[in-house]
């Protein structure tokens, strides 16, 4: 049985390339330097999830339904919105009882958002990567109120670089957890991090030419992106102060949310099933000692280079796999340590999915996540 107190909840953010489907162009990426914002926000306002009231809608309201348009938001000098530099697009489910009922969700909300975007001639495709830009340029230039609010707010940090990267942000709450406990299990993924990143990695493509290691995305934003947050309600002025981990919860139903950013945007279900029972299994898990707050920078750019052929790596990724299963074994939840299989042939092959990537000689996987 599941000890007492940890009943889970997930919810599964995903991030998506937007390719033309038909045409003379068809297999282009369509990003910030060929996307009208405003078109395609009309295009795409018909969608599901807009009456849910378990999900925050963000300052300017892009972010409300089960999907929206994911960029970088830039203001006129005196604040007003002035558009959005669109990088992709992005599905949210809201917060299921299991893995299966959230993935479940997120394929139904992705097959009403492909057949929306076909009528446009316009298809889903995912990389962890544009592999297209060095670097995303801010055009025009950020103005002073924009290089004011930035600064004043640490989630602007690497802002660049998440207009360029793509992933899936994984959240888990436990019934009955204090903040706390919460807090503690995410300083341990926040520690393990770099050993299980490269389950995902996707990304070995860089401005139109192969990458030396496999993960660019991991690469660029370990030092600058958070991997891990935690969210409490917005008075608790204890546990906010307790670490920069935490962040203050926009609704009642975010309080005790754990979100995992820091894998790449890879496909396929049974992968994306995997990863979320790892973390489930980390957070149940009471064996693994490690606990961080700040990223190891070092280790995940070793990991991004050479993934599982690194020693460290791939003993570390071991020992993480097991106390995952062993912990999940013990909860009773023996359907979710069977998920993990994909993981420990990734980690006996040592192979991630950015070698098939590569292999393929594809700067991105067509489709969505239900084609592969």
Avoid at 15 to 24: F, H, K, Q, R, V
Avoid at 58 to 67: E, H, L, M, V
Avoid at 311 to 334: K, M, N, P, T, W
């Amino acid at each position: 049985m599941v000890r007492s107190g940890s009943a889970m909840r997930y919810g599964i953010e995903f991030e998506y390339l937007l390719i033309d489907a038909s045409g003379p162009h068809a297999g282009r990426i369509r990003d910030f330097t060929n996307l009208d914002f405003s078109a395609l926000s009309r295009m795409l306002a018909a969608k599901p999830g807009l009456d849910d009231p378990t999900l925050a809608t963000g300052d300017q309201g892009i972010r409300s339904g089960y999907w929206y348009l994911e960029g970088d938001e830039r203001a006129h000098p005196d604040g007003r919105f002035a558009g959005l530099a669109v990088k992709g697009v992005e599905i949210r489910t809201p917060p299921r009882n299991s893995v299966a009922e959230a993935l479940d969700l997120l394929l139904e909300i992705e097959r009403q958002l492909a057949a929306t975007l076909a009528t446009h001639h316009l298809a889903l495709g995912i990389a962890a990567l544009n592999p297209l830009h060095e670097r995303y340029v801010f055009d025009p230039p950020l103005n002073t109120y924009e290089q004011r609010t930035r600064a004043a707010d640490r989630d602007f940090a690497g802002n660049d670089i998440a207009t360029l990267t793509f992933g899936p942000d994984l959240n888990l709450s436990f019934a009955e957890r204090d903040w706390r406990r919460d807090l503690d299990a995410a300083r341990k993924l926040n520690f393990y991090a770099p050993f299980i990143v490269p389950f995902s990695f996707d990304s070995p493509w860089y401005a139109g030419q192969p990458w030396t290691g496999w993960s660019r995305r991991t690469w660029m934003r370990c030092g600058c992106r958070p991997a891990v947050r935690v969210y409490v309600e917005a008075d608790n002025h204890a546990a906010l102060q307790a670490s920069p981990l935490m962040r203050p919860a926009r609704l009642p139903g975010e309080v005790g949310r754990i979100e995992f950013k820091a894998f790449d945007a890879a496909p396929g279900v049974a992968l994306l099933a995997a990863l979320c029972q790892l973390l489930t299994g980390l957070c149940l898990d009471d064996s693994l000692p490690g606990r961080s707050e700040e990223p190891d920078v070092d280790l995940y750019r070793l990991a991004a280079l050479d993934a599982f052929d690194e020693a460290q790596i791939a003993h570390g990724a071991q020992r993480v796999l097991r106390a995952s299963e062993a912990a999940l074994q013990q909860a009773g939840l023996e359907a979710a340590a069977g998920q993990l299989e994909p993981l420990w042939r990734q980690r006996a092959a040592r192979t991630t999915p950015a070698h098939a990537l590569r292999a393929s000689g594809q700067p991105y996987w067509p489709g969505g996540l239900a084609a592969h």
